[in-house]
């Protein structure tokens, strides 16, 4: 089912098209990314599904509400974390959660959500002295403090250290096993592969695709390779035989096989079929970098 629908979105600011052409659809329980390279328009485009801006053009529904005319309805189904959340350098972290959930008619009880989000022990710091993971926690918790069906994170995990941003990760995904749709603006890779169901590919105000991380990667016909060292000798030939192989090129003991297609799959049953082993076995993949590349002619990073 649904819980967000997009048509033909347009937004604009004086002298630049922000959102030109913006159609997507997020269905109940999944964690949709919205992917793309700075300034393409993400932030903008979820302003307007949060009811935040007015789009100058197209439709924006979430749970069946129109977030221009029911934003006090919608306040109860989406809860947004925006980038850098602004709080006073001294609230702490307790008197947040409790401004926030006093918002709310039937909010979460906010020192379990504050348990949730790995911050019991920093209950009286200030928001001034909280690392920069603490603080992207904390606005996680405050995005789910009204218990919103949907949850909007933006840029979650921009100037973390990479063990607090595998941190969030899995906070993130908590959040959606806990049962809550997730609307996931980023413009790092490796964080939509990993974590999103489904992707929008977003460049210069338009969507590009819309598909899996798997889907979009295979509509990119780049070259994979495979990388190992065998464990006997093995003939060029065995290899260049296969249907998926272009070329083989060895180093030292190491051979190198170039393709596409099913390539490892295919490189590792050719080779039990002689008994030979691959040790260090390395497999270079296409990435969503070459998907977006592939599709707007621009690099992602
Ligand atoms: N309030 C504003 N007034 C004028 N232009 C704006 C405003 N907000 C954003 N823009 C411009 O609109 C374009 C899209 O911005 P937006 O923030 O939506 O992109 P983004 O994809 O979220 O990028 P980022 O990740 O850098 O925030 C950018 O060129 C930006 O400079």
Request: hydrophobic share 45%; charged share 25%; glycine share 8%.
């Amino acid at each position: 089912m649904k819980v967000i629908e997009v048509r033909n979105l347009h937004k604009r600011y004086p002298g630049h098209v922000a959102v030109d052409d913006v159609s997507f659809e997020v269905a109940e329980g999944e964690i949709f990314g919205i992917l793309g390279p700075n300034g393409a328009g993400k932030t903008t485009t979820v302003e307007c599904v949060a009811g935040l801006r007015v789009p100058d053009g197209g439709t924006v529904q979430v749970a069946g509400l129109d977030p221009r005319h029911e934003r006090k309805a919608l306040h109860r189904v989406l809860g947004v974390q925006l980038q850098s959340a602004a709080l006073p350098e001294k609230i702490k972290v307790w008197e947040a959660l409790d401004l926030y959930a006093s918002f709310y008619p039937d909010p979460a009880d906010w020192r379990e959500l504050m348990e949730r989000v790995g911050l019991a022990e920093k209950r009286d710091t200030a928001f001034a002295k909280l690392s920069g993971g603490q603080r992207q926690r904390l606005s996680v918790a405050l995005a789910l403090v009204g218990r919103p069906r949907v949850a909007v994170l933006d840029e979650l995990t921009t100037g973390l250290d990479p063990q607090a941003r595998r941190d969030t990760w899995e906070l993130v995904e908590q959040v959606r096993d806990s049962g809550v749709t997730i609307v996931l603006v980023t413009h790092f890779m490796e964080e939509a592969e990993r974590l999103c169901d489904r992707i929008a590919l977003i460049d210069r105000g338009r969507v590009v695709a819309v598909d899996t991380p798997a889907g979009l990667v295979a509509r990119v016909d780049a070259e994979q390779r495979v990388r190992f060292r065998p464990s006997a000798p093995v003939d060029d030939a065995l290899l260049l035989a296969l249907p998926e192989v272009r070329e083989v090129s060895r180093s030292g003991d190491h051979v190198t096989v170039s393709g596409t297609g099913d390539l490892a799959a295919s490189v590792t049953l050719a080779l039990a079929g002689h008994q030979i082993v691959p040790a260090d076995l390395r497999i270079e993949q296409a990435t969503l970098d070459d998907a977006f590349l592939a599709l707007t002619g621009r690099k992602l990073s």
